[in-house]
């Protein structure tokens, strides 16, 4: 803004006076604003931001994103540029190579559940003398999925001890439970599990059998959980899921709807995202 007004102020001194040296001072630095302007318009283009969430996001739970900007000129890299994102996030890089990528991290919190758009990303610049900074504008068009904010909960009067909820435990054969029987060896063990003790004893190889605990699976239903509104419903099957899925197999109902039990962080995923996208109906 100085710059402009300094030009104007010689401008209107060079037309009054008919000053040839103020004309030339114009000139030049009218000269100089194009050729800086051309420059920084040039640093900020063909740069694509984008913004990566993570596997897993929370409402009210600051998530940590990885906003990145690829610049795919030929021949020239893109200097001070300024990534910020519609919620207040930014990143300066100094350097951007051509045709290579830089990524940093920021924190973005979503107050509500469900499918949220990621909103636009800004590049912005001084470059190159800081006089004026110029900036495009992008939308990021792809969506993500925000959890409900797992509120803790507990087993006890949810129904634990129903048929639903399930809390027995049955034996299987396996490896990790207590030595239940001596049998002969039949190739198909692994040597860990020969009774070399016992073995010593006889004209053959006796593996010990184990047995294994498992454990009966977790069936939540938010309606029937306790929780003012369904708001608080869903927080607590959050982290009911968060908390047990990778223990022991989670089963889930919603309006009738019943997702069958299974276990592992995929299968959390899913839970958590059809509790995310719940609407009642």
């Known amino acids: 803004m100085i710059y402009i007004l300094i030009t104007l102020l010689l401008g ?21 604003m194009s050729v800086t302007g051309l420059a920084g318009m040039y640093n900020i283009k063909q ?20 906003l990145s900007v690829r610049n795919t000129k030929r021949y020239l890299p893109s200097f001070l540029i300024r990534l910020e994102y519609s919620a207040g996030q930014s990143i300066v890089f100094p350097v951007i190579p051509k045709k290579s990528e830089s990524k940093g991290s920021v924190l973005i919190i979503f107050s509500q559940r469900g499918l949220v758009s990621l909103g636009t990303v800004t590049i912005s610049s001084p470059y190159p003398v800081g ?15 925000v959890f409900p904010r797992p509120l803790a909960s507990s087993l ?28 002969p060896y039949t ?24 047995g294994r605990t498992v454990v009966a699976p977790l069936v939540i239903d938010p309606d029937t959980m306790p929780g003012q509104g369904i708001e608080e419903r869903l927080s607590r099957a959050a982290w009911l899921v968060q908390r047990f899925v990778r223990e022991r197999p989670v089963g889930l109902i919603l309006s009738g709807r019943v997702f069958p039990a ?15 996208l719940y609407d009642g109906n």
């Not at 209107?12 to 000269?31: S, Y």
């Not at 740069?47 to 990885?66: C, N, R």
């Open 187 to 210: 190739a198909s063990e692994p040597l860990r599990m020969i009774h070399w003790k016992h073995s010593a004893r006889s004209h053959d190889l006796l593996v010990k059998g184990f």
């Open 47 to 66: 740069l694509i931001p984008d913004l990566l969430p993570p596997k897993e996001i929370y409402a009210g739970i600051p998530a940590p994103f990885v």
């Open 131 to 145: 006089f004026f900074t110029r900036f495009w504008k992008f939308e990021i068009r792809s969506r993500v999925t």
């Open 262 to 276: 299974g276990i592992g962080s995929l299968h959390g995923l899913k839970l958590l995202k059809e509790l995310a």
């Open 12 to 32: 209107f001194a060079a037309v009054n006076t008919g000053n040839n040296l103020l004309f030339l001072v114009v000139a030049g630095l009218l000269a100089f």
């Open 156 to 183: 006890s009067g949810i129904g634990d001890e129903s048929p639903a909820f399930g809390t027995g435990l049955r034996r299987e054969r396996g490896v990790s439970g207590e030595l239940e029987r001596i049998y």
